[in-house]
């Protein structure tokens, strides 16, 4: 009888830092780790919590102390090879540029490590980064090897310079996308807010894959009655796993991954959501979640990741 023994795959995440809450790292590490990566964690910022409560305290690392960490410490006296790197919030245009310029030249150096990038600019039409780092996105996904971009609406408006708020819209900007950033082979907006299904109590999550052909195509996902912080960083994060992580099999098409994220992410939406208003009654507006239960989702995230949305709707471009 003979085993087949995967080898763990091993991925450095760099984002941002909260010692309370789940967003950033706090929201990619556990998920990731409980899905069998090996995770070694940069932190860009370390904060109490994340902004969306009343009040939070805390500091921003250097630039020098980031570049340092990486060159000399884990590429250069270690000489680890991730698998993946997994870059979020950057706390400056410096550290920005300074640290995507080393994670291109290892994506350059060593066609195996994918580049996983999520363009935190901002959300709901605000900025959360200075705006000279508009430019900065702009520049690196031209001109770099990225595997995958995760952009939420705000995000993808602001990388190509239109807003987004009907189907044909989408299109457009997907088109646009790709004609600005050919190296980004896969991109997914991890929210959009359309027209067409504004009476339907959805939000839509398109994604596409320059490799497999011209294709857009979209899940429609049932609105919770909640606005929860951190989901984005978790579907990043799940969306990694499920296209990089084998689990025993060969890559899946960027469509059927997105489907089993967000299965595994409407999950814990879900329950982090039921957790919440436990014996509080329902609820005619939609309340704020601020920490997302992912220990209590532990039970979600072991699961094979087979469940998916179904078959999602497709667009031309």
């Known amino acids: 009888m003979t085993s087949t023994l995967h080898r763990t795959k091993k991925v450095l995440s ?7 809450g789940y967003v950033g790292n706090k929201a990619a590490t556990f998920p990731l780790q409980y899905r069998g990566w090996d995770v070694d964690v940069l ?9 969306g409560y009343a009040h939070f305290t805390g500091f921003k690392c250097s630039t020098e102390e980031l570049v340092e960490i990486v060159e000399k410490g884990l590429i250069g006296a270690l000489g680890i090879k991730y698998d993946a790197v997994l870059t ?7 550290a920005l540029q300074k640290m995507a310029g080393i994670v291109g ?6 066609e195996n490590v994918q580049w996983v990038l999520d363009p935190v600019l901002g959300d709901n039409g605000r900025l959360y980064v200075d705006e000279k780092c508009v430019a900065v996105y702009r520049d690196i996904l031209q001109s770099s090897k990225i595997f995958l971009a995760t952009p939420n609406q705000f995000e993808m408006e602001l990388l190509v310079g239109m807003p987004v708020r009907t189907l044909e819209d989408t299109k457009r900007a ?11 082979t896969r991109v997914v907006v991890t929210s959009l807010e359309l027209s067409e299904f504004s009476n339907d109590n959805v939000y839509v999550v398109a994604g596409f894959d320059s490799s497999l052909g011209d294709e857009v195509f979209f899940y429609k996902i ?26 025993g099999r060969t890559q899946q098409p960027l469509s059927t991954s997105l489907g089993q994220a967000l299965w595994l992410v409407t999950s814990i939406l879900q329950k982090t959501y039921d957790l919440n208003v436990a014996n509080q009654g329902p609820h ?34």
């Open 88 to 94: 979020g919030y950057f706390p400056n245009v410096q």
């Open 105 to 110: 030249q290892m994506c350059d150096e060593d």
């Open 284 to 317: 005619d507006s939609a309340i704020s979640i601020k920490d997302l239960k992912l220990i209590q989702s532990r039970d979600i995230l072991k699961q094979d990741p087979v469940p998916s949305m179904g078959k999602p709707d497709t667009i031309n471009i």
């Open 222 to 247: 049932p609105k919770i009655n909640a606005t929860f912080s951190g989901s984005g960083d978790l579907i990043t994060a799940m969306l990694t796993d499920s296209l990089l992580n084998d689990h």
């Open 14 to 20: 760099i984002q941002s830092h909260v010692i309370h």
């Open 43 to 51: 932190n860009t910022v370390q904060f109490s919590n994340h902004p």
């Open 174 to 184: 997907f088109e646009l996308f790709h004609e600005r950033y050919p190296r980004v």
